[in-house]
């Protein structure tokens, strides 16, 4: 007897969830636009970010940072190997890190919806200027002005 409620529950939730319009309509909007109206190369902004990103260490940090620390863990050890060497290691690792953060760029991140649905990320060395909403075309894996 509780099966054939389950059943009825079932069949019911099946019907509804694919009546005409119903489940579709409802994700077919992105932003206020239609994805159905979209061109096939076309997408819609849903949120241009910015994100900060450390550079790439190209070991002069790591190599100054050594030196320092090394000088530094001599003098305190009064010419102590463990401590040339412990203060060259550590002087290497922070200035390998010194050297990123100072290195660090912004990066715009835009994420799109495409007509189908799916989301792309997109990334760019300056503001690229796209409001929320805006309907873009993604072409050779770049965004550009629909037109």
């Known amino acids: ?3 054939t409620a389950i059943q009825r529950a079932l069949a019911c939730s099946l019907v509804l969830c694919t009546a005409p319009g119903w489940a579709a309509d409802k994700a077919a909007v992105v932003q206020g ?3 159905s109206s979209l061109c096939g190369q076309c997408a819609v902004v849903n949120s241009t970010q910015v994100d900060r990103r450390k550079g790439d260490a190209s070991g002069v940090g790591a190599i100054g940072g050594a030196v320092a620390g090394g000088v530094i863990g001599n003098k305190s050890t009064d010419g102590g190997t463990l401590g040339t060497v412990g203060g060259a290691a550590v002087g290497g690792l922070l200035g390998n890190e010194i050297e990123k953060r100072v290195k660090r760029t912004k990066v715009w991140v835009t994420t799109v919806t495409l007509k189908d649905g799916s989301t ?3 990334e760019a ?3 690229p200027g796209w409001k929320v909403g805006s309907v873009v075309e993604v072409a050779d894996n770049r965004l550009r002005k629909r037109g």
């Open 125 to 127: 060395a300056s503001d």
């Open 33 to 35: 636009v239609k994805l």
């Open 1 to 3: 007897m509780n099966l």
């Open 120 to 122: 792309r990320r997109f």
